[in-house]
């Protein structure tokens, strides 16, 4: 079993960085293929960000590569999402996810794919 709380979301100008963070509780943490997601009012879920189980795999959505960045802290089993020059196409719900899946096994970018959900972390740029 695997709880994700999310934190670190907030109101922002454009051009503005903020860092999302998700701390999981239980010991499987470190064994799951870890992604964020994020939720446009009126819109669904969809990919954004995914680590692998040993961080040796990223992979990332076309709208925000080179902008935002997934990485995870194991002594603190948190998992990360560092954005930056954020515009406002990217206001939305963020949430992580998880499954004790490789990354190899996987589509990241599928929500089923995923065990365990964060209740997520509202971001909003403003233009």
């Known amino acids: 079993q695997v709880q994700l709380v999310e934190s670190g979301g907030g109101l922002v100008q454009a051009g503005d960085s903020l860092r999302l963070s998700c701390a999981a509780s239980?010991?499987?943490?470190?064994?799951?293929?870890v992604s964020w997601f994020r939720q446009a009012p009126g819109q669904e879920r969809e990919f954004v960000a995914v680590i692998d189980h040993n961080t040796v795999s990223t992979l990332y959505a076309d709208s925000v590569k080179g902008r935002f960045t997934i990485s995870r802290d194991w002594a603190k089993d948190t998992a990360y999402l560092q954005m930056n020059s954020l515009k406002p196409e990217d206001t939305a719900v963020y949430y992580c996810?998880?499954?004790?899946?490789?990354?190899?096994?996987?589509?990241?970018?599928?929500?089923?794919?995923?065990?365990?959900w964060g209740q997520g972390t509202q971001v909003t740029v403003s233009s």
């Open positions: 996810a998880a499954v004790q899946r490789s990354l190899r096994n996987i589509n990241a970018a599928l929500d089923r794919e995923y065990t365990s």
């Open positions: 239980g010991r499987a943490f470190s064994a799951c293929t």
